[in-house]
């Protein structure tokens, strides 16, 4: 059972363009959502997060918009930058028990100049 | 900055082998993570720990095993590696009173299982 889906396993942008990259939730108990960046060969690096009692989060070119009613979230980063070509995991965390996260199957962004 | 320093970038192992994978930071922080990053699949925790010998099943432990004997310092071990083990692991931590889940990941250990 995936509780958190990124339904797009890919993404092609241009340069300059905007990416939006989108994710869905089922489980309504999570409350605190990240966003991961990860090149090959390298670990996941912490790129952006929003409380579920926001609904817009932004940091530079990134923004996350969370539309808790519909249980999903999307990442744009604009302009798009070839450097921004890396796999994006959406992860969710409940704000009980432990304080893991959720991962979802990542979506691979390729920009191209 | 945080480090999360892994024992190896990639590791080639014969199956059945007793296989430890290593995993080191130094931010003193309280929450230790081990996940497999597989195509299509994403990340999947395999054990986590809160704290000096606690240990917690994740999603898919079968297999595996852990060992955090000291704050700094959490193990994965393979008992019995097997080629559905081929993969590649990454380690994490986070700060537990933080309450931002913000987890920091180690570079990760590709390895293989022949």
């Known amino acids: 059972d995936q509780q958190v889906k990124q339904n797009s396993p890919s993404l092609s942008v241009q340069e300059g363009r905007i990416s939006i990259l989108n994710c869905d939730y089922t489980?309504?108990?999570?409350?605190?959502f990240l966003w991961y960046k990860k090149y090959p060969a390298e670990g996941p690096t912490f790129l952006i997060s929003?409380?579920?009692?926001?609904d817009k989060n932004e940091d530079g070119r990134f923004t996350v918009f969370l539309n808790k009613s519909a249980k999903h979230l999307s990442l744009h980063i604009v302009p798009s930058q070839p450097g921004d070509s890396a796999v994006y995991f959406c992860?969710?965390?409940?704000?009980?028990?432990?304080?893991?996260?959720?991962f979802g199957k990542g979506t691979m962004l390729l920009v191209s100049p | 900055d945080v480090k999360v320093t892994q024992s190896s970038r990639y590791l080639v192992k014969r199956t059945g082998e007793k296989v430890f994978l290593e995993c080191v930071q130094d931010?003193?922080?309280?929450?230790m993570f081990w996940y497999r990053q597989d195509p299509g699949l994403g990340l999947r925790l395999i054990y986590f720990?809160?704290?000096?010998?606690?240990?917690e099943k994740g999603d898919i432990p079968e297999g595996y095993s852990v060992s955090r004997e000291k704050k700094e310092r959490f193990s994965l071990i393979l008992e019995s590696a097997s080629t559905n083990q081929t993969s590649m692991y990454l380690c994490?931590?986070?700060?537990?009173?933080?309450?931002?889940?913000?987890?920091?990941f180690g570079p990760g250990t590709r390895l293989t299982v022949t």
């Open positions: 994490a931590s986070s700060y537990e009173p933080d309450r931002v889940h913000e987890q920091y």
């Open positions: 489980n309504s108990m999570f409350d605190y």
């Open positions: 929003i409380s579920s009692i926001k």
């Open positions: 992860a969710a965390s409940k704000n009980s028990g432990y304080s893991t996260l959720t």
């Open positions: 931010m003193d922080h309280e929450n």
């Open positions: 720990s809160y704290d000096v010998k606690m240990k």
